[in-house]
């Protein structure tokens, strides 16, 4: 069983990732942030850095995914490689932060992986406005997090919205989390698993 958690910045994904794998027993993938060599210069300076932080992840992402599918265990994954490849990227592209050069390279580099790639069982999509993404970004406090500006996050989330409209590789679910705290609400977080268990017991 694979199961994976996308959505923006500051969405919720980790913090989601932990609680259903302790309810599960899943084992957690998350993502390589902490150890991620480029993403401080990258936010100090995106033009000169999106291009190896964009291709750190996708390395990082690919070999996670060859990784799953080789345990055999059941795992969830915060963060997918089709985010790189579908959001992350092309925004950098569009926003003149990577040179036409590096993105069709990058392009080119994930089309490979995608024919190798599996989707996962089940994907969930936390979907959240701004204003809730900038107070989860404020409240972990990171320091690189900072210089994030609401027009990134916004042209983010259209994206998301997109992508996740065009979704067809495996069963989705969509979570709105504006209006739910699955981390200090026990029915808020019963909820979405009683829609997990519905959408896992389709798959078998």
Known sequence: MHVAIAGNIGAGKTTLTNLLAKHYKWEPEFEDVLENPYL????????????????????SRFRQVLDIRKTGKD????????????????????MGLMTNRDFENYKSLFELMEDVVEAPDLLIYLRSSIPNLVSHIHKRGRDYENSISIDYLGKLNERYETWIKGYDKGNLLIIDVDNINFVDNPED???????????LNGLF
């Open 189 to 199: 977080l019963g909820s979405i698993i009683t829609k997990i268990d519905a959408q």
């Open 75 to 94: 795992i969830i994954q915060d963060r997918t490689i089709y985010e790189d490849a579908h959001i992350f990227a092309p925004n950098l592209h569009a």
């Open 40 to 59: 401080e210069d990258f936010y100090n300076q995106m033009e000169r850095w999106s291009f190896n932080l964009q291709i750190y992840f996708l390395n």
